[in-house]
């Protein structure tokens, strides 16, 4: 039985602050917010803390009784900027993948890319310290995702966007998250949801300033106006079919030291 004010687990990045923006201001909509990285978001849900959730796509295959919902998601149709695999060589000699751990996604499309775009099979490992990335060798690479990739892309010679990557390698456009619900979630809540998600996207500035990204030394607004595509469409449910049926599965070592 739906609780009357659902809890609902969503991403701590900003790319979803319109999102938040919505859930706390729509005026008619109420619920109790869990904010986390996406593996913890995905944590929150399957143990019952969370009514809904906006989860990592590679998390939904494997969810029981759950139906995704909503006409939003958190996609790309172009270069999404802040999901990307970073290195001093071309992506061809590349040896060992270091993985940001926040991030259950981006680490499997990294696995597609690498498989049937890039043709490399390298070494993976977890990116267990973000100072690594001050001790590359040569051969590394380093998967970033999320408001740090900000921070750090100007420092490589060399930058792989992964919404570009897999457009070039599929012709289609990508979603990172999407909406989700328990199966049996009153019909009233999920639209509720949607309504309160429409007007967080139409009020992005306010979001923006809201959440002191304003501040920032890069544009957060033309980021969320032009590298994430919000519309969860028949195109990105076709990528996320595609992802899915891919079956690839990476699974990173520990830390070499």
């Known amino acids: ?13 900003l790319n979803t602050i319109p999102f938040i923006y919505g859930i706390r201001h729509e005026g008619n909509f109420r619920a109790d917010l869990l904010l986390s990285p996406p593996s913890e978001c995905t944590k929150n849900y399957v143990e019952g803390r969370a009514d809904l959730a906006l989860l990592p796509a590679a ?16 996609g ?18 590349v040896r060992r993948v270091f993985l940001d751990p926040h991030s259950q996604t981006s680490v499997q499309l990294v ?8 043709k490399i099979a390298p070494e993976w490992y977890s990116l267990d310290d ?6 590359a060798q040569e051969g590394d690479a380093f998967l970033l995702i999320g408001d ?43 639209e509720s949801l949607q309504h309160a ?13 809201e959440a002191g990204f304003d501040k920032k030394p890069y544009d957060a607004y033309e980021y969320l106006t032009r590298n994430i595509d919000y519309i969860f469409d028949n195109q990105k449910r076709r990528a996320l079919q595609k992802f899915w049926d891919s079956g690839l ?9």
């Not at 973000?130 to 001790?135: F, T």
């Not at 998600?197 to 300033?209: P, S």
């Not at 599965?249 to 030291?257: L, Y």
């Open 1 to 13: 039985m739906m609780v009357s004010v659902p809890s609902i687990a969503a991403v701590s990045y």
């Open 59 to 74: 998390a939904v295959p494997s969810l029981k009784s759950t139906d995704v919902i909503t006409e939003y998601c958190i």
């Open 76 to 93: 790309a149709v172009g270069p999404v900027r802040t999901v990307v695999l970073l290195s001093d060589g071309p992506v061809s000699e």
């Open 111 to 118: 696995g597609y890319l690498a498989a049937h775009r890039w």
């Open 130 to 135: 973000y100072e690594q990335l001050r001790h």
């Open 148 to 190: 740090k990739v900000f921070d750090h892309e100007e420092k490589f010679r060399y930058k792989y966007d992964l919404a570009a990557e897999w457009q070039a390698a599929t012709k289609l456009p990508f979603a990172f998250a999407v909406w989700v619900a328990r199966k049996g979630t009153p019909y009233e809540v999920i």
């Open 197 to 209: 998600l429409t007007f967080g996207l139409e009020h992005t500035y306010e979001a923006i300033l």
């Open 249 to 257: 599965k990476v699974s990173p070592r520990v830390n070499p030291g």
